[in-house]
């Protein structure tokens, strides 16, 4: 089934008043994050770089480059801010998201950010349990667990984040 973009406008929306994309909803017991020692990155290889941009102000919106998301609700920004995700070549399935084009970027509250695997052929990440993790661009080193919910019939993830950076799948 294809969802057009104002469909997709709309349940993000909706998603968003009920929490960062509806996590606020699910069950909310901590779980420890995995060791970052043993969670590996999802390989999925891209060969070409793709980006979009957008100037998103105080009233919020959305950027979308293919089925990857930044959802950033009303009142995440204070100012008219230019918005780029990035997903990189790369062997990894991974996304960048920035501000201003600045290396760091800290909200008001906290975003929504969906990201694609349908590119992905590995037949154990219908199995696996997934998580996104801040990385470093470079070195793709593992920094912060991001967790997330995975819409496995779907083939995404989404998490929320309260700042931008580089972000990685991982099993």
Request: aromatic content about 6%.
């Amino acid at each position: 089934m294809k969802i057009s973009l104002t469909a997709l406008r709309r349940r993000f929306a909706a998603l968003l008043a009920l929490g960062a994309l509806g996590i606020a909803s699910c069950d909310t017991t901590p779980t420890p994050p995995p060791d970052p020692g043993t969670a590996r990155l999802v390989v999925c290889p891209n060969p070409t770089t793709q980006t979009k941009q957008a100037i998103i102000g105080p009233l919020g919106g959305l950027l979308s480059l293919g089925n990857t998301v930044v959802a950033i609700p009303s009142g995440a920004l204070s100012l008219p801010t230019l918005i780029t995700v990035t997903i990189p070549a790369s062997q990894y399935m991974e996304v960048d998201v920035t501000a201003n084009d600045l290396l760091s970027f800290v909200f008001n509250k906290d975003i929504g950010i969906r990201i694609d695997y349908s590119r992905c052929t590995d037949p154990a990440l219908a199995t696996s349990k997934l998580s996104v993790w801040h990385i470093d661009a470079q070195t793709k080193e593992l920094l912060e667990f991001m967790g997330g919910q995975d819409n496995k019939s779907q083939r995404y993830i989404e998490f929320s984040t309260g700042h931008l950076s580089a972000y990685a799948v991982a099993f």
